[in-house]
Protein backbone atom coordinates (compact mmCIF):
# COMPACT_ATOMS: atom_id res chain seq x y z
CA UNK A 1 0.00 0.00 0.00
CA UNK A 2 1.26 3.20 -0.98
CA UNK A 3 0.03 6.22 1.39
CA UNK A 4 0.32 10.36 -0.03
CA UNK A 5 -1.46 13.07 1.36
CA UNK A 6 -3.91 11.10 3.69
CA UNK A 7 -4.83 8.76 1.02
CA UNK A 8 -4.59 5.02 0.44
CA UNK A 9 -3.59 3.46 -2.38
CA UNK A 10 -3.52 -0.23 -3.15
CA UNK A 11 -1.43 -1.54 -5.36
CA UNK A 12 -1.40 -4.32 -7.88
CA UNK A 13 1.71 -4.79 -10.04
CA UNK A 14 -0.10 -6.46 -13.16
CA UNK A 15 2.58 -7.49 -14.77
CA UNK A 16 6.01 -8.49 -13.31
CA UNK A 17 8.78 -10.90 -13.67
CA UNK A 18 11.60 -13.02 -12.27
CA UNK A 19 13.76 -13.62 -14.77
CA UNK A 20 17.16 -15.80 -15.10
CA UNK A 21 19.06 -14.48 -18.07
CA UNK A 22 22.22 -15.01 -17.17
CA UNK A 23 25.07 -16.31 -19.40
CA UNK A 24 24.81 -20.02 -17.61
CA UNK A 25 21.38 -19.69 -18.30
CA UNK A 26 21.87 -18.87 -22.62
CA UNK A 27 21.34 -21.90 -25.02
CA UNK A 28 24.29 -22.80 -27.07
CA UNK A 29 24.59 -21.43 -30.44
CA UNK A 30 21.82 -18.62 -29.18
CA UNK A 31 23.88 -17.35 -27.32
CA UNK A 32 23.37 -13.55 -29.83
CA UNK A 33 19.93 -13.77 -29.39
CA UNK A 34 20.19 -14.34 -25.49
CA UNK A 35 22.79 -11.88 -25.15
CA UNK A 36 20.95 -9.45 -27.68
CA UNK A 37 17.56 -9.78 -25.85
CA UNK A 38 18.55 -9.12 -22.29
CA UNK A 39 20.62 -5.93 -23.35
CA UNK A 40 17.57 -4.63 -25.44
CA UNK A 41 15.55 -5.19 -21.81
CA UNK A 42 18.58 -3.47 -20.36
CA UNK A 43 18.48 -0.35 -22.58
CA UNK A 44 14.91 0.16 -21.63
CA UNK A 45 16.20 0.88 -17.73
CA UNK A 46 18.00 3.74 -18.92
CA UNK A 47 14.44 5.33 -19.71
CA UNK A 48 14.17 5.25 -15.48
CA UNK A 49 15.67 7.74 -13.12
CA UNK A 50 19.57 7.45 -13.05
CA UNK A 51 19.70 6.64 -9.66
CA UNK A 52 17.46 2.98 -10.06
CA UNK A 53 19.80 1.96 -12.86
CA UNK A 54 21.46 -1.85 -12.44
CA UNK A 55 24.47 -3.01 -14.20
CA UNK A 56 24.11 -5.39 -16.80
CA UNK A 57 25.13 -8.56 -14.43
CA UNK A 58 22.47 -7.72 -11.88
CA UNK A 59 19.90 -7.06 -14.79
CA UNK A 60 20.47 -10.71 -16.16
CA UNK A 61 19.40 -12.12 -12.60
CA UNK A 62 18.47 -10.41 -9.86
CA UNK A 63 18.25 -12.63 -6.43
CA UNK A 64 14.98 -13.32 -4.42
CA UNK A 65 16.17 -11.03 -2.08
CA UNK A 66 16.25 -8.09 -4.57
CA UNK A 67 12.75 -9.02 -5.71
CA UNK A 68 11.14 -8.54 -2.15
CA UNK A 69 12.68 -5.74 -1.17
CA UNK A 70 12.11 -3.83 -4.68
CA UNK A 71 8.74 -4.93 -5.46
CA UNK A 72 7.23 -4.96 -1.68
CA UNK A 73 9.57 -3.40 1.15
CA UNK A 74 10.14 -0.63 -1.06
CA UNK A 75 8.34 -0.65 -3.49
CA UNK A 76 4.22 -0.52 -1.76
CA UNK A 77 3.33 -3.33 -4.12
CA UNK A 78 0.25 -5.34 -2.40
CA UNK A 79 -0.08 -8.02 -4.37
CA UNK A 80 2.41 -9.17 -7.83
CA UNK A 81 1.04 -10.92 -10.32
CA UNK A 82 4.09 -12.85 -12.54
CA UNK A 83 3.86 -12.97 -15.94
CA UNK A 84 5.50 -16.07 -17.51
CA UNK A 85 7.56 -15.95 -20.36
CA UNK A 86 9.53 -18.83 -21.44
CA UNK A 87 11.74 -18.03 -24.64
CA UNK A 88 13.57 -21.60 -24.13
CA UNK A 89 15.04 -21.65 -27.80
CA UNK A 90 17.77 -18.74 -26.03
CA UNK A 91 17.29 -19.76 -22.33
CA UNK A 92 18.01 -23.17 -21.50
CA UNK A 93 15.85 -23.09 -18.50
CA UNK A 94 13.25 -20.23 -19.52
CA UNK A 95 13.37 -17.01 -19.18
CA UNK A 96 11.27 -16.87 -16.09
CA UNK A 97 8.54 -20.13 -16.46
CA UNK A 98 5.55 -20.44 -14.44
CA UNK A 99 7.19 -23.12 -12.29
CA UNK A 100 9.96 -20.78 -10.96
CA UNK A 101 7.34 -18.01 -10.57
CA UNK A 102 5.16 -20.47 -8.63
CA UNK A 103 7.95 -21.86 -6.19
CA UNK A 104 8.33 -18.10 -5.23
CA UNK A 105 4.99 -17.26 -4.50
CA UNK A 106 4.60 -20.11 -2.63
CA UNK A 107 7.04 -19.11 -0.20
CA UNK A 108 5.39 -15.89 0.32
CA UNK A 109 2.00 -16.52 0.72
CA UNK A 110 -0.58 -14.11 -0.55
CA UNK A 111 1.94 -11.79 -2.50
CA UNK A 112 2.03 -13.11 -5.78
CA UNK A 113 -0.32 -14.43 -8.06
CA UNK A 114 0.94 -16.55 -10.79
CA UNK A 115 -0.16 -16.41 -14.44
CA UNK A 116 0.73 -19.55 -16.49
CA UNK A 117 1.08 -19.60 -20.75
CA UNK A 118 0.49 -21.72 -23.61
CA UNK A 119 1.52 -21.47 -27.21
CA UNK A 120 -0.85 -22.87 -29.77
CA UNK A 121 1.99 -24.36 -31.62
CA UNK A 122 2.33 -26.83 -29.04
CA UNK A 123 -0.78 -28.65 -30.54
CA UNK A 124 -2.07 -31.48 -28.07
CA UNK A 125 0.74 -31.84 -26.01
CA UNK A 126 0.41 -27.59 -25.03
CA UNK A 127 -3.43 -28.17 -24.50
CA UNK A 128 -2.17 -31.18 -22.04
CA UNK A 129 0.19 -28.95 -20.21
CA UNK A 130 -2.17 -25.94 -19.85
CA UNK A 131 -4.63 -27.98 -17.79
CA UNK A 132 -1.70 -29.76 -15.94
CA UNK A 133 -0.53 -26.15 -15.18
CA UNK A 134 -4.25 -24.96 -14.08
CA UNK A 135 -4.74 -27.65 -11.56
CA UNK A 136 -1.21 -27.52 -9.82
CA UNK A 137 -1.56 -23.36 -9.89
CA UNK A 138 -5.21 -22.22 -9.84
CA UNK A 139 -3.88 -20.15 -13.20
CA UNK A 140 -6.79 -17.12 -13.34
CA UNK A 141 -4.31 -15.48 -16.02
CA UNK A 142 -2.26 -16.54 -18.86
CA UNK A 143 0.81 -14.51 -21.16
CA UNK A 144 0.99 -14.13 -24.43
CA UNK A 145 3.82 -14.25 -26.26
CA UNK A 146 3.18 -14.00 -29.85
CA UNK A 147 6.49 -13.26 -31.36
CA UNK A 148 8.35 -16.12 -29.38
CA UNK A 149 10.65 -17.80 -31.70
CA UNK A 150 9.71 -21.80 -32.16
CA UNK A 151 11.74 -24.44 -34.11
CA UNK A 152 11.54 -21.76 -37.26
CA UNK A 153 8.23 -20.35 -36.51
CA UNK A 154 8.86 -16.62 -35.19
CA UNK A 155 5.33 -15.46 -34.03
CA UNK A 156 1.69 -16.73 -34.40
CA UNK A 157 -1.53 -14.66 -33.88
CA UNK A 158 -4.55 -14.92 -31.60
CA UNK A 159 -6.68 -15.54 -35.22
CA UNK A 160 -5.08 -18.72 -35.88
CA UNK A 161 -7.25 -21.90 -35.60
CA UNK A 162 -5.04 -23.28 -33.46
CA UNK A 163 -5.31 -20.48 -30.93
CA UNK A 164 -8.85 -20.38 -30.62
CA UNK A 165 -8.52 -23.74 -29.57
CA UNK A 166 -6.47 -22.70 -26.69
CA UNK A 167 -8.80 -20.11 -26.06
CA UNK A 168 -11.69 -22.08 -25.71
CA UNK A 169 -9.97 -24.34 -23.09
CA UNK A 170 -8.94 -21.63 -21.06
CA UNK A 171 -12.09 -20.34 -21.06
CA UNK A 172 -13.64 -23.72 -20.00
CA UNK A 173 -10.80 -24.28 -17.34
CA UNK A 174 -11.46 -21.03 -15.75
CA UNK A 175 -9.22 -18.58 -16.79
CA UNK A 176 -10.57 -15.18 -17.16
CA UNK A 177 -7.97 -12.69 -18.30
CA UNK A 178 -5.07 -13.20 -20.80
CA UNK A 179 -2.53 -10.71 -21.12
CA UNK A 180 -0.95 -10.18 -24.73
CA UNK A 181 2.10 -8.99 -25.27
CA UNK A 182 3.02 -7.72 -28.85
CA UNK A 183 6.49 -7.58 -29.82
CA UNK A 184 8.78 -7.48 -32.75
CA UNK A 185 9.93 -10.42 -35.38
CA UNK A 186 6.41 -12.25 -35.69
CA UNK A 187 5.74 -14.16 -38.69
CA UNK A 188 5.65 -13.76 -41.30
CA UNK A 189 8.08 -11.12 -41.14
CA UNK A 190 6.44 -8.82 -44.28
CA UNK A 191 3.20 -7.98 -41.66
CA UNK A 192 3.67 -5.38 -38.99
CA UNK A 193 4.73 -7.30 -36.04
CA UNK A 194 2.73 -4.54 -33.44
CA UNK A 195 -0.66 -5.31 -35.41
CA UNK A 196 -3.12 -5.41 -32.69
CA UNK A 197 -6.58 -6.18 -34.86
CA UNK A 198 -6.05 -10.30 -34.12
CA UNK A 199 -6.81 -9.72 -29.85
CA UNK A 200 -10.10 -7.51 -31.85
CA UNK A 201 -11.40 -11.08 -33.23
CA UNK A 202 -10.61 -12.95 -30.13
CA UNK A 203 -12.32 -10.62 -28.12
CA UNK A 204 -15.32 -10.70 -29.92
CA UNK A 205 -15.84 -13.70 -29.87
CA UNK A 206 -14.32 -14.83 -26.51
CA UNK A 207 -16.85 -12.55 -24.47
CA UNK A 208 -16.23 -14.02 -20.98
CA UNK A 209 -12.50 -13.50 -21.14
CA UNK A 210 -10.21 -10.21 -20.41
CA UNK A 211 -7.96 -9.71 -22.74
CA UNK A 212 -5.06 -6.91 -21.13
CA UNK A 213 -3.26 -5.49 -24.33
CA UNK A 214 0.49 -5.08 -22.29
CA UNK A 215 2.24 -1.88 -23.44
CA UNK A 216 -1.03 -0.73 -25.03
CA UNK A 217 0.29 -1.81 -28.29
CA UNK A 218 3.03 0.27 -28.38
CA UNK A 219 3.92 1.43 -30.72
CA UNK A 220 0.49 0.96 -32.23
CA UNK A 221 -1.48 3.21 -29.28
CA UNK A 222 -4.02 4.34 -32.21
CA UNK A 223 -4.84 0.54 -33.62
CA UNK A 224 -5.04 -0.24 -29.88
CA UNK A 225 -7.06 2.45 -28.72
CA UNK A 226 -9.68 1.92 -31.77
CA UNK A 227 -9.91 -1.31 -31.06
CA UNK A 228 -10.19 -0.78 -27.16
CA UNK A 229 -13.27 1.62 -27.43
CA UNK A 230 -15.00 -1.04 -29.39
CA UNK A 231 -14.29 -4.04 -27.18
CA UNK A 232 -15.47 -4.13 -23.69
CA UNK A 233 -13.28 -6.87 -22.22
CA UNK A 234 -9.77 -4.78 -23.66
CA UNK A 235 -7.95 -3.61 -20.93
CA UNK A 236 -5.05 -0.94 -21.44
CA UNK A 237 -1.66 -2.90 -19.76
CA UNK A 238 0.62 0.36 -18.99
CA UNK A 239 3.82 -1.55 -18.46
CA UNK A 240 6.43 0.43 -20.52
CA UNK A 241 3.80 3.40 -20.87
CA UNK A 242 4.89 4.50 -17.15
CA UNK A 243 8.49 3.28 -16.74
CA UNK A 244 9.35 4.04 -20.80
CA UNK A 245 7.72 7.23 -20.83
CA UNK A 246 6.95 9.28 -17.34
CA UNK A 247 10.68 9.90 -16.78
CA UNK A 248 12.25 10.21 -19.69
CA UNK A 249 9.83 11.77 -22.25
CA UNK A 250 7.45 13.39 -19.93
CA UNK A 251 5.31 15.54 -21.94
CA UNK A 252 4.48 12.03 -24.63
CA UNK A 253 3.95 10.28 -21.56
CA UNK A 254 0.91 13.27 -21.12
CA UNK A 255 -0.28 13.21 -24.65
CA UNK A 256 -0.27 8.97 -23.77
CA UNK A 257 -2.22 8.78 -20.55
CA UNK A 258 -4.59 11.22 -21.94
CA UNK A 259 -5.00 9.57 -25.19
CA UNK A 260 -5.72 6.22 -22.95
CA UNK A 261 -7.91 8.35 -20.80
CA UNK A 262 -9.95 9.49 -23.29
CA UNK A 263 -10.62 6.46 -26.04
CA UNK A 264 -10.26 3.47 -22.98
CA UNK A 265 -11.28 5.00 -19.47
CA UNK A 266 -9.74 5.03 -16.23
CA UNK A 267 -11.88 1.58 -15.03
CA UNK A 268 -9.60 -0.39 -17.85
CA UNK A 269 -6.01 0.75 -17.26
CA UNK A 270 -3.86 -1.28 -15.37
CA UNK A 271 -0.69 -0.94 -13.60
CA UNK A 272 2.14 -3.26 -14.34
CA UNK A 273 5.73 -2.14 -13.62
CA UNK A 274 7.40 -4.46 -16.01
CA UNK A 275 9.70 -5.32 -13.05
CA UNK A 276 13.00 -5.72 -13.45
CA UNK A 277 12.74 -3.76 -16.19
CA UNK A 278 11.47 -1.00 -14.06
CA UNK A 279 11.47 -1.06 -10.20
CA UNK A 280 7.53 -0.38 -9.44
CA UNK A 281 8.46 2.15 -6.47
CA UNK A 282 9.57 5.63 -8.59
CA UNK A 283 6.62 4.35 -11.03
CA UNK A 284 4.10 4.60 -8.22
CA UNK A 285 5.20 7.73 -6.31
CA UNK A 286 5.70 9.41 -9.72
CA UNK A 287 1.94 8.89 -10.86
CA UNK A 288 0.07 9.55 -7.81
CA UNK A 289 2.08 13.04 -7.94
CA UNK A 290 1.38 13.54 -11.54
CA UNK A 291 -0.85 15.54 -13.40
CA UNK A 292 -0.75 17.31 -16.89
CA UNK A 293 2.01 19.03 -17.80
CA UNK A 294 0.40 22.66 -18.50
CA UNK A 295 -2.78 24.27 -20.49
CA UNK A 296 -2.23 22.26 -23.77
CA UNK A 297 -3.59 19.16 -22.35
CA UNK A 298 -6.78 20.37 -21.18
CA UNK A 299 -8.88 18.78 -23.91
CA UNK A 300 -8.06 15.55 -22.04
CA UNK A 301 -9.96 13.99 -19.37
CA UNK A 302 -8.89 15.37 -15.63
CA UNK A 303 -7.24 13.04 -13.47
CA UNK A 304 -7.98 12.66 -9.98
CA UNK A 305 -7.38 10.66 -6.71
CA UNK A 306 -10.22 8.19 -7.97
CA UNK A 307 -8.61 7.59 -11.24
CA UNK A 308 -4.90 6.54 -9.96
CA UNK A 309 -6.37 4.17 -7.51
CA UNK A 310 -8.23 2.60 -10.10
CA UNK A 311 -5.32 2.39 -12.22
CA UNK A 312 -2.69 1.53 -9.28
CA UNK A 313 -4.60 -1.19 -8.29
CA UNK A 314 -8.10 -1.47 -8.02
CA UNK A 315 -9.09 -2.76 -11.27
CA UNK A 316 -6.35 -5.28 -11.37
CA UNK A 317 -8.38 -6.23 -8.35
CA UNK A 318 -11.53 -6.83 -9.44
CA UNK A 319 -9.92 -8.90 -12.80
CA UNK A 320 -8.70 -11.33 -10.39
CA UNK A 321 -10.67 -11.19 -7.51
CA UNK A 322 -8.39 -9.68 -4.86
CA UNK A 323 -9.63 -8.57 -1.77
CA UNK A 324 -9.30 -4.46 -1.28
CA UNK A 325 -9.18 -3.56 2.66
CA UNK A 326 -12.06 -0.82 2.97
CA UNK A 327 -9.54 1.86 4.07
CA UNK A 328 -8.28 1.75 -0.21
CA UNK A 329 -11.61 1.28 -1.36
CA UNK A 330 -13.34 3.94 -3.23
CA UNK A 331 -16.39 5.85 -1.53
CA UNK A 332 -19.35 4.95 -3.26
CA UNK A 333 -19.57 7.46 -5.52
CA UNK A 334 -16.28 8.11 -7.37
CA UNK A 335 -16.95 3.77 -7.92
CA UNK A 336 -19.79 4.09 -10.01
CA UNK A 337 -18.62 7.64 -11.95
CA UNK A 338 -18.64 7.07 -15.49
CA UNK A 339 -14.95 7.34 -16.99
CA UNK A 340 -13.39 8.21 -19.99
CA UNK A 341 -15.54 9.54 -22.95
CA UNK A 342 -18.09 11.37 -21.63
CA UNK A 343 -16.23 13.76 -19.44
CA UNK A 344 -13.80 14.51 -22.61
CA UNK A 345 -14.22 17.43 -24.68
CA UNK A 346 -13.63 16.59 -28.52
CA UNK A 347 -10.48 18.70 -29.84
CA UNK A 348 -11.63 21.57 -31.86
CA UNK A 349 -14.14 23.23 -33.17
CA UNK B 1 40.51 11.26 -49.65
CA UNK B 2 40.53 13.30 -53.00
CA UNK B 3 38.40 16.68 -53.03
CA UNK B 4 35.74 14.81 -55.90
CA UNK B 5 35.53 11.88 -52.97
CA UNK B 6 34.30 14.41 -50.25
CA UNK B 7 32.14 16.18 -52.56
CA UNK B 8 30.67 12.86 -53.39
CA UNK B 9 29.93 12.34 -49.69
CA UNK B 10 28.41 14.97 -48.98
CA UNK B 11 25.54 14.34 -51.46
CA UNK B 12 25.22 10.81 -50.45
CA UNK B 13 24.52 12.50 -46.89
CA UNK B 14 21.73 14.56 -48.94
CA UNK B 15 20.56 11.47 -50.38
CA UNK B 16 20.82 9.58 -46.95
CA UNK B 17 18.43 12.95 -45.66
CA UNK B 18 15.80 11.18 -48.39
CA UNK B 19 15.70 8.25 -46.72
CA UNK B 20 12.90 7.72 -44.51
CA UNK B 21 11.76 5.22 -41.51
CA UNK B 22 8.88 3.96 -42.52
CA UNK B 23 7.28 3.41 -39.30
CA UNK B 24 8.42 6.96 -37.69
CA UNK B 25 8.24 8.61 -41.03
CA UNK B 26 11.31 10.46 -40.31
CA UNK B 27 14.68 10.92 -42.06
CA UNK B 28 17.10 8.06 -40.83
CA UNK B 29 19.76 11.08 -40.83
CA UNK B 30 17.68 13.12 -38.57
CA UNK B 31 16.74 9.96 -36.44
CA UNK B 32 20.92 9.49 -36.12
CA UNK B 33 20.47 6.29 -37.64
CA UNK B 34 23.42 6.71 -40.32
CA UNK B 35 26.74 6.09 -38.12
CA UNK B 36 29.16 6.43 -40.80
CA UNK B 37 29.32 7.96 -44.20
CA UNK B 38 32.27 7.69 -46.98
CA UNK B 39 33.19 7.40 -50.23
CA UNK B 40 36.52 6.15 -51.68
CA UNK B 41 38.11 7.70 -54.19
CA UNK B 42 37.52 4.91 -57.17
CA UNK B 43 33.80 6.12 -56.15
CA UNK B 44 32.55 3.08 -54.05
CA UNK B 45 30.40 4.53 -50.81
CA UNK B 46 30.35 3.16 -47.57
CA UNK B 47 27.35 3.49 -45.70
CA UNK B 48 26.84 2.07 -41.74
CA UNK B 49 23.52 2.24 -40.50
CA UNK B 50 22.76 1.47 -36.75
CA UNK B 51 19.50 1.16 -35.14
CA UNK B 52 18.16 1.45 -31.14
CA UNK B 53 17.89 -2.05 -31.07
CA UNK B 54 19.29 -5.32 -31.56
CA UNK B 55 15.69 -6.63 -32.22
CA UNK B 56 14.30 -3.77 -34.26
CA UNK B 57 11.58 -5.17 -37.06
CA UNK B 58 13.41 -6.68 -39.51
CA UNK B 59 11.22 -5.65 -42.72
CA UNK B 60 11.22 -1.67 -41.52
CA UNK B 61 15.27 -2.11 -41.40
CA UNK B 62 15.15 -3.99 -44.57
CA UNK B 63 13.05 -1.00 -46.29
CA UNK B 64 15.58 1.47 -44.94
CA UNK B 65 18.90 -0.52 -46.02
CA UNK B 66 16.95 -0.99 -49.42
CA UNK B 67 15.74 2.33 -49.40
CA UNK B 68 19.48 3.82 -48.46
CA UNK B 69 20.99 1.58 -51.24
CA UNK B 70 19.01 2.79 -54.04
CA UNK B 71 19.81 6.39 -52.67
CA UNK B 72 23.37 5.95 -52.66
CA UNK B 73 23.56 4.33 -55.88
CA UNK B 74 21.88 6.93 -57.68
CA UNK B 75 24.62 9.76 -56.80
CA UNK B 76 26.65 10.90 -59.36
CA UNK B 77 29.89 10.10 -58.66
CA UNK B 78 29.36 6.92 -56.56
CA UNK B 79 30.51 4.29 -58.61
CA UNK B 80 28.99 0.67 -55.99
CA UNK B 81 26.72 1.63 -52.69
CA UNK B 82 27.73 -0.63 -49.62
CA UNK B 83 25.09 -0.14 -47.13
CA UNK B 84 25.94 -2.18 -43.73
CA UNK B 85 23.25 -2.46 -41.12
CA UNK B 86 25.25 -3.22 -37.60
CA UNK B 87 24.66 -4.96 -34.94
CA UNK B 88 20.96 -6.56 -35.74
CA UNK B 89 19.72 -10.19 -35.36
CA UNK B 90 18.86 -10.01 -39.39
CA UNK B 91 21.82 -8.27 -39.95
CA UNK B 92 23.32 -11.11 -41.97
CA UNK B 93 19.82 -11.42 -44.17
CA UNK B 94 19.29 -8.02 -44.76
CA UNK B 95 22.55 -6.92 -45.45
CA UNK B 96 22.96 -9.70 -48.01
CA UNK B 97 19.73 -9.42 -49.55
CA UNK B 98 19.79 -5.78 -50.66
CA UNK B 99 23.34 -6.04 -51.55
CA UNK B 100 22.30 -9.03 -53.63
CA UNK B 101 18.80 -7.21 -54.71
CA UNK B 102 17.53 -10.10 -53.46
CA UNK B 103 13.84 -8.87 -52.54
CA UNK B 104 12.54 -9.17 -48.85
CA UNK B 105 10.87 -12.21 -49.67
CA UNK B 106 14.08 -14.11 -50.84
CA UNK B 107 16.75 -12.89 -48.74
CA UNK B 108 14.24 -14.21 -45.62
CA UNK B 109 13.66 -17.65 -47.39
CA UNK B 110 10.46 -19.10 -45.94
CA UNK B 111 9.78 -16.40 -43.39
CA UNK B 112 7.66 -13.65 -45.60
CA UNK B 113 4.78 -14.18 -47.82
CA UNK B 114 5.12 -10.74 -49.98
CA UNK B 115 7.35 -7.78 -50.72
CA UNK B 116 7.04 -4.86 -48.17
CA UNK B 117 5.13 -2.13 -50.77
CA UNK B 118 1.63 -2.67 -48.65
CA UNK B 119 3.52 -2.42 -45.47
CA UNK B 120 4.97 0.63 -46.49
CA UNK B 121 1.37 2.33 -47.48
CA UNK B 122 0.17 1.16 -44.18
CA UNK B 123 2.53 3.36 -42.19
CA UNK B 124 2.62 5.79 -45.21
CA UNK B 125 -1.57 6.39 -44.45
CA UNK B 126 -0.27 6.86 -40.53
CA UNK B 127 1.95 9.49 -41.89
CA UNK B 128 -0.84 11.14 -43.34
CA UNK B 129 -3.40 11.07 -40.19
CA UNK B 130 -0.14 12.39 -38.26
CA UNK B 131 0.23 14.98 -40.74
CA UNK B 132 -3.55 16.24 -40.54
CA UNK B 133 -2.98 16.83 -37.26
CA UNK B 134 0.17 18.43 -37.18
CA UNK B 135 -1.85 21.35 -40.21
CA UNK B 136 -5.20 21.63 -38.44
CA UNK B 137 -3.57 21.75 -34.87
CA UNK B 138 -2.20 25.47 -35.44
CA UNK B 139 -5.12 26.19 -37.58
CA UNK B 140 -7.71 25.53 -34.69
CA UNK B 141 -5.67 27.31 -32.31
CA UNK B 142 -5.74 30.50 -34.86
CA UNK B 143 -9.34 30.02 -34.58
CA UNK B 144 -10.76 28.77 -37.69
CA UNK B 145 -14.12 26.87 -36.84
CA UNK B 146 -15.26 23.15 -37.79
CA UNK B 147 -16.87 24.28 -40.61
CA UNK B 148 -14.13 26.68 -42.04
CA UNK B 149 -11.75 23.47 -41.74
CA UNK B 150 -14.02 21.10 -43.83
CA UNK B 151 -14.29 23.89 -46.39
CA UNK B 152 -10.34 24.84 -46.69
CA UNK B 153 -8.50 23.77 -49.67
CA UNK B 154 -4.68 22.87 -49.47
CA UNK B 155 -3.91 25.98 -51.46
CA UNK B 156 -5.94 27.98 -49.03
CA UNK B 157 -3.69 26.56 -45.91
CA UNK B 158 -0.74 28.82 -45.41
CA UNK B 159 2.63 27.33 -46.41
CA UNK B 160 4.69 25.25 -43.92
CA UNK B 161 7.16 22.42 -43.94
CA UNK B 162 3.95 20.08 -42.22
CA UNK B 163 1.80 21.10 -45.35
CA UNK B 164 4.27 19.76 -47.77
CA UNK B 165 4.81 17.12 -45.79
CA UNK B 166 1.25 16.33 -46.09
CA UNK B 167 1.04 16.36 -49.64
CA UNK B 168 3.90 14.65 -50.36
CA UNK B 169 2.72 11.60 -48.23
CA UNK B 170 -0.56 11.86 -49.98
CA UNK B 171 0.33 11.94 -53.38
CA UNK B 172 2.81 8.84 -52.30
CA UNK B 173 -0.76 6.89 -51.85
CA UNK B 174 -2.56 8.30 -55.07
CA UNK B 175 -4.02 10.40 -52.65
CA UNK B 176 -5.84 13.90 -53.80
CA UNK B 177 -2.91 16.90 -53.33
CA UNK B 178 -3.74 19.17 -55.53
CA UNK B 179 -4.12 23.02 -54.47
CA UNK B 180 -7.68 22.39 -55.39
CA UNK B 181 -8.04 19.38 -52.85
CA UNK B 182 -9.57 19.26 -49.52
CA UNK B 183 -7.53 19.82 -46.87
CA UNK B 184 -9.25 17.16 -45.10
CA UNK B 185 -10.23 13.72 -46.40
CA UNK B 186 -10.22 9.98 -45.80
CA UNK B 187 -6.70 8.52 -45.90
CA UNK B 188 -7.98 5.28 -47.16
CA UNK B 189 -10.87 6.83 -49.35
CA UNK B 190 -9.65 10.60 -50.29
CA UNK B 191 -12.82 11.35 -49.90
CA UNK B 192 -13.75 14.75 -48.12
CA UNK B 193 -14.38 14.60 -43.98
CA UNK B 194 -18.44 16.12 -43.78
CA UNK B 195 -18.24 18.78 -40.83
CA UNK B 196 -20.21 15.99 -38.59
CA UNK B 197 -16.98 13.53 -39.03
CA UNK B 198 -14.10 15.90 -37.65
CA UNK B 199 -14.75 15.70 -34.27
CA UNK B 200 -13.47 12.21 -34.34
CA UNK B 201 -11.43 12.29 -37.29
CA UNK B 202 -9.54 15.06 -35.97
CA UNK B 203 -9.35 12.74 -32.47
CA UNK B 204 -8.23 10.38 -34.63
CA UNK B 205 -5.28 12.54 -36.35
CA UNK B 206 -4.17 13.17 -32.73
CA UNK B 207 -3.83 9.94 -31.34
CA UNK B 208 -1.86 8.67 -34.28
CA UNK B 209 0.42 11.63 -33.83
CA UNK B 210 0.86 11.29 -30.83
CA UNK B 211 1.24 6.97 -30.78
CA UNK B 212 3.85 7.89 -33.85
CA UNK B 213 5.87 10.37 -32.12
CA UNK B 214 5.75 8.84 -28.39
CA UNK B 215 7.71 5.61 -30.54
CA UNK B 216 9.95 7.69 -31.73
CA UNK B 217 10.99 9.35 -28.59
CA UNK B 218 11.66 6.12 -27.19
CA UNK B 219 13.65 5.25 -30.17
CA UNK B 220 15.91 8.06 -29.96
CA UNK B 221 16.26 7.62 -26.35
CA UNK B 222 17.01 3.58 -26.86
CA UNK B 223 19.41 4.62 -29.83
CA UNK B 224 21.04 7.15 -27.62
CA UNK B 225 21.34 4.88 -24.41
CA UNK B 226 22.66 2.03 -27.09
CA UNK B 227 25.60 4.07 -29.07
CA UNK B 228 26.39 6.47 -26.13
CA UNK B 229 30.42 6.95 -25.79
CA UNK B 230 32.11 4.81 -23.94
CA UNK B 231 33.24 6.07 -20.21
CA UNK B 232 29.35 8.02 -20.25
CA UNK B 233 27.34 4.68 -18.59
CA UNK B 234 24.85 5.07 -15.72
CA UNK B 235 25.74 4.59 -12.23
CA UNK B 236 26.07 1.35 -10.57
CA UNK B 237 25.44 0.13 -7.99
Given at each position: MYEKDGEKYFVVDSHMHHWDASPENWVAGAENYAKGWIECFHAYQSLAPAETHWTIEHFQKASEEDLMKNVFE???????????????????????????????????????????????????????????????????????????????????????????????????????????????????????????????????????????????????????????????????????????????????????????????????????????????????????????????????????????????????????????????????????????????????? | MRPAATAAASRVLVALESVRDPELDESITSLGFVASCTVSDDGVAQVRLQLPTYFCAPNFAFLMVADAYDAVSAVSGVSRADIVLEDHFASTEINGGVAARAGFVQSFDGEAVDELESLRATFVRKAVWAGTDRVCRPLIAAGRSGEELVGLTLGEVPASGDLDRLRSRRVELGLPAGDGDPLLIDPSSGTAIRAEDLPLHLRKARVTRVSVEANSGICRSLLQERYRPVGAQGDKR
Open positions: DGYVDVAIFQSTYLKEWYTTGFNTTERNAALAEKHPGKFIVNGRWDPREGDAGIAQLESDVERYGLKGVKMYTAEWREGSRGWTLKDPEAYRFLEKSQELGIKNVHVHKGPTIWPLDKDAFDVSDIDHAATDFPELNFIVEHVGLPRIEDFCFMATQEPNVYAGLSVVIGGLMHARPKFFAKVMGELLFWVGEDKMTFGSDYSIWEPKWQIEGLVDWDYPGDEFSDYPRVNVATKKKILGLNAAKLYDIEVPAECQLPAEDADEPAAQDDAVLVGP | -
